[in-house]
């Protein structure tokens, strides 16, 4: 190893080594886990002041989804030989991002749809509402907004998920708000 790595890198963090290739998975999936559990702490704390949640509740999951995202990324790019992959990888990116959309067009579309549910506030945690969908009425109180399905509760307890791109692709009747703005 040369004297421009820095300091930290050598030894047990070294990325050209099997055991600084665990090592490093491990502490940064550690630094991940724990910005994850503080964003779930700070949601915790702010939902004590909020009587609408729906929002808050999507965002946290959607910031947990990034940093574990950013964590790997970020291993990705301090390992020589995944870097050396993702080069590779990037050289047929047209080809893979083709594929991998038209494989997750379903995934995209619901998280895309549950951010225009949050945004729009068609419906939000605790409403009571009818969806009018193709295969029929469902009649329900809104339980969760997640980021590619909504949970709602029927008339006789049974969680129901719905995927948001049927929640916003369906005429939806708002039976009761619980919360106004």
Known sequence: MDHSTPHLLRGWLDPQSPAGVVLLAVLLFALASTVVLLIRRGTRRVER???DTTALGFVSAFAQMLT?????VL?????????????????????????????????LGNLVSGFSLVLSRTVRVGDTVE???????????????????????????????????????????????????
């Open 68 to 72: 574990y995202l950013f964590g790997f």
């Open 75 to 107: 291993y990705a790019h301090l390992v020589p030989e995944l870097r050396a992959l993702g080069t590779a990888l990037l050289a047929g990116v047209s080809v893979i991002s083709v594929v991998v959309g038209v494989a997750a067009q379903g995934t």
């Open 49 to 51: 002041h909020l009587s």
């Open 131 to 181: 969806l009018g969908t193709s295969v029929g009425t469902i009649s329900a109180r809104v339980k969760s907004i997640a980021l590619g399905y909504t949970v709602m509760v029927d008339a006789q307890g049974r969680d129901v998920v719905v995927p948001n791109s049927i929640v916003m692709g369906s005429s939806i009747t708002l039976l009761s708000r619980t919360h106004e703005p």
